[in-house]
């Protein structure tokens, strides 16, 4: 229990000294929440961090330095999850994006781990590129506050009210490694 603990700790701090990095200064990360297996999930574990005015491209990266990355919303279950994290009416970008050159506004869209782009939960009108301009990136959409999603230009700095949704899948082999050194050391202990 305790490493887990400070497994938190750690990845919070590495979240905050990220943001800093990037100039976000303002950033607060949430606790980190497990969607688990018994309770019909994919055992990984998402993290809202609230960043007023970053961009979707600093988002993903920040995302990345804390040993994660932006969540990829593939089922209504999910969804429901991670907006149930406290989303509520603001604006936190997601791990999709439209390549450029992509049919406007709904083709090309798709996850940023290479996951099939097969469940959408666009809010009504959307994707529409909206603003004026090209909008190639995925947030939930703040105007409707039910967890649907907008498509918003990954550049845009206005949000005041968002963040992003880092998402942490489990290194099953780190694991394995690590029992199998614990186990080593126990075997070098009695026999050598």
Known sequence: MMEVTMFKICKKLV???????LGVSNA????????????????????LVSAPRITWHDAKLAAEQAGGH??????????????????GDAQYWLGAFQPAGSMEPIGGWQWITGEEWSFTNWASG?????????????AYAFFRGDGSWNDAPSTYRNYTNGGYVIEYVPAPATIFLLALGVIGASFTRRYF
């Open 15 to 21: 979240v905050c000294l990220g943001l800093i990095s």
């Open 70 to 87: 932006l969540a990829t919303i593939t089922s209504q279950a999910e969804s429901d999850f991670v907006f149930n994290l406290g989303v």
């Open 126 to 138: 959307e994707p529409n590129n909206g603003s004026g301009g090209t909008e190639d990136a995925l």
């Open 28 to 47: 607060v990360a949430s606790p980190i929440f497990t969607w688990t297996t018994e309770s019909g999930g994919n055992g990984n574990s998402y993290q």
